[in-house]
């Protein structure tokens, strides 16, 4: 009795082992895990990374196309996660990079309008306060929906619109009422600017999300991540090299060690000020680029929306920024919508999990009554 016991103890735990297994690896918890690391990823550079750009224009940096120029200038640690798939594959293919001449066309062009839109935002920061600032780019999102429609036919249910909506008109009500927060001894001229520019640097950035969507749609290839990670290299690669040839003109590269030497927090501080604004840039764009890669284009946009009220936390903390009415509103709709669009999310996931089930069920009966009719 006792063997059998045993070995019955045995055979339950071979199948737990099993089904453990079974579940690791599941290409859809595979997907998942990924999924996570990169919103995770995306949740905490996008949170820390305007901070940081502040820090550099609050304390002496006045340097927009350096500022830009910092926010993909980390591209080169992608070398490392490149390195090491090239060893595994190097066997059996012989080939430098997985990116095809057509893709590196692409990444190059989606390059250029990430340099465009880092200085555009950086521009923006260099006269708004964080926290207006992130409010208007969480505009982003409405213009992400509507060119994802037209560019990825991104479907959207009424959870998803209500979350667009709620999310836009938050950052108007800021804007309705954004001269109350300008910063002292800031003229109107350049703080209006700043929102312009810092409006039109959201917009690009929701056209830039349903592209690199697009992107992996007719890449002709599988899409793994370490393909993901050569865009997202020759992606920065480019903005950055953009964003140099402004430094150039504007001789940006003669007045780093001049405004290092008199900057407010101390030289140590602003390499220190640089160093965080590439490292975090570039954990941003790699977030983002593997969040639209496992979900979608709308989701970055939700993330980088879920930002917002982290950002604006942080920002009254550390800054002393003024939190006034409209801005208490603006966060709440912010926060509405967000949850608007997830619980949508989950509806639609129990939707086609319960159609999965039902159709799985359907054969049944028509089994059984082929046995009786035999």
């Given at each position: ?14 199948n737990?082992?099993d ?16 999924l ?6 995306l ?7 305007p901070l940081?750009?502040r820090v550099?224009?609050?304390?002496g ?8 120029f910092l926010?993909?200038?980390?591209f ?8 090491f798939?090239?060893?595994r594959?190097?066997?059996?293919d ?6 095809t001449p ?5 990444c ?8 465009i839109?880092?200085y ?15 409010l ?12 994802a429609?037209?560019?990825v036919?991104q ?5 998803a619109?209500n979350a ?11 804007g309705?009422?954004?001269?109350g ?22 917009v ?13 749609k ?26 140099a040839?402004?430094m ?11 405004e290092?030497k008199?900057?407010?927090l ?6 220190l ?17 593997g ?10 946009g939700?993330?980088?929306?879920v ?6 936390v942080?920002?009254v ?5 003024k939190?006034?009415?409209e ?17 949508g ?15 799985q069920l359907?054969?049944?009966p ?9």
């Amino acid at each position: 009795m006792e063997i059998e016991h045993n070995s019955h103890e045995e055979i339950i735990h071979s199948n737990n082992n099993d089904t453990v297994d079974r579940i690791l690896r599941s290409p859809k918890l595979k997907r998942f895990i990924l999924l996570f690391l990169n919103v995770l990823l995306l949740l905490i550079s996008g949170s820390g990374a305007p901070l940081v750009i502040r820090v550099y224009f609050l304390h002496g940096g006045n340097r927009k196309w350096f500022s830009g120029f910092l926010q993909t200038a980390g591209f080169p640690l992608l070398l490392a996660p490149m390195f090491f798939p090239f060893l595994r594959r190097r066997r059996a293919d012989n080939r430098l990079f997985l990116l095809t001449p057509r893709l590196l066309l692409f990444c190059t062009i989606l390059g250029l309008l990430t340099g465009i839109d880092d200085y555009l935002y950086s521009y923006g920061l260099s006269f708004l306060p964080v926290s207006t600032a992130s409010l208007l780019i969480s505009m982003q999102l409405g213009f992400t929906a509507i060119f994802a429609f037209f560019i990825v036919k991104q479907k959207f249910n009424s959870f998803a619109i209500n979350a667009v909506v709620l999310l836009t008109f938050g950052a108007v009500v800021v804007g309705v009422h954004s001269n109350g927060d300008r910063p002292d001894g800031e003229s109107k001229a350049k703080y209006y600017l700043g929102f312009v520019m810092t409006l039109t640097a959201g917009v690009l950035n929701g056209l830039i999300l349903p592209l690199v969507e697009l992107m992996y749609k007719h890449a002709k290839q599988n899409v793994t991540y370490a393909l993901i990670v050569e865009m997202q290299f020759i992606i920065g690669f480019s903005a950055t090299g953009f964003c140099a040839v402004g430094m150039v003109l504007n001789k940006d590269f003669q007045a780093i060690s001049r405004e290092g030497k008199h900057y407010g927090l101390g030289e140590a501080a602003y390499y220190l000020v640089v160093i965080f604004t590439a490292v975090l840039g570039q954990f941003f764009f790699l977030g983002l680029v593997g969040t639209i890669k496992y979900s979608s284009a709308m989701l970055g946009g939700i993330v980088i929306a879920v930002c917002i009220p982290i950002t604006e936390v942080l920002a009254v903390f550390f800054f002393h920024e003024k939190f006034d009415g409209e801005k208490g509103v603006a966060l709440a709709l912010s926060l509405w919508g967000t949850a608007s669009y997830f619980y949508g999310e989950y509806k639609e996931h129990s939707k086609s999990e319960t159609n999965v089930t039902e159709s799985q069920l359907l054969p049944l009966p028509l089994v059984s009554e082929s046995i009786e009719s035999c």
